[in-house]
Structures are given as structure tokens and as C-alpha cells.
């Protein structure tokens, strides 16, 4: 072996879980943190939970979150111009300012949103 290139081994490691287990083991530092072991994995517990690693359960739900309201305020906007292209073919037929229609139909969907 080439002296002075090998990382210092720790024979004693402690390893620290998240749920609170903890035991020793060879290493190259000197202290491991993990978030899961035997003691609390789901796989060998039998129960269901989500580990949340540093808010990516809650960054999925908004990001989920975010893209339900762009569809259904895409939805909203193609109901709106479908329902004032109606209001202004039918006010042409009438002999009407179409424009007005539009901007009747218009006005009512911005005061609901």
C-alpha cells in the first residue's frame, strides 16, 4: 500500500438512524446519520409511511397543486371564449354590437375569478 493516500478507518463508527437506532460499524468517518434502517423500514415493519427527505412530499403536493389550477383555469378561459364567440354570433344575428356582447360575457366570468 502507498503511505498517506488511504482515508483513516474508524473500527467504532456510530450510526445514528432518524427514528433513533443506533449501532456501530466500521467506517471512514465517524459518525453516520440515515433516515431509514431495519428497525423503521416499511419493508420490515409491515406498515405504510411516507419518509419525507428535506419537504419533497409537500413540494410534490404544490407542484400536483399548481398544475390542477393551470388546467382548470385553462378549462375556465376555453368556456369563456367559447360562450362569448355565442354572445357575438348571436348579437350579429340580432343586428347587434357584437363587441358588447363579448365584453358583457367577459366581464362576468372576470368578476367570478
Not at 431495519?38 to 419493508?43: A, D, L, W
Not at 406498515?47 to 389550477?69: N, P, Y
Request: aromatic share 6%; proline share 5%; hydrophobic share 35%.
Amino acid at each position: 500500500m502507498k503511505p498517506e493516500i488511504h482515508p483513516k478507518y474508524y473500527p467504532n463508527a456510530r450510526v445514528i438512524c432518524s427514528c433513533g437506532a443506533t449501532w456501530t460499524t466500521g467506517s471512514t468517518v465517524p459518525e453516520i446519520r440515515t433516515d431509514v434502517c431495519s428497525n423503521c423500514h416499511p419493508f420490515y415493519t409491515g406498515e405504510q409511511r411516507i419518509v419525507d427527505t428535506a419537504g419533497q412530499v409537500e413540494r410534490f403536493m404544490k407542484r400536483l397543486e399548481r398544475r390542477q389550477s393551470k388546467v382548470a383555469r385553462r378549462e375556465i378561459e376555453a368556456k369563456a371564449r367559447a360562450e362569448a364567440e355565442e354572445a357575438a354570433r348571436k348579437a350579429r344575428a340580432r343586428g347587434d354590437d357584437p363587441d358588447a356582447a363579448v365584453a358583457k360575457v367577459m366581464a362576468k366570468y372576470e368578476a367570478e375569478s
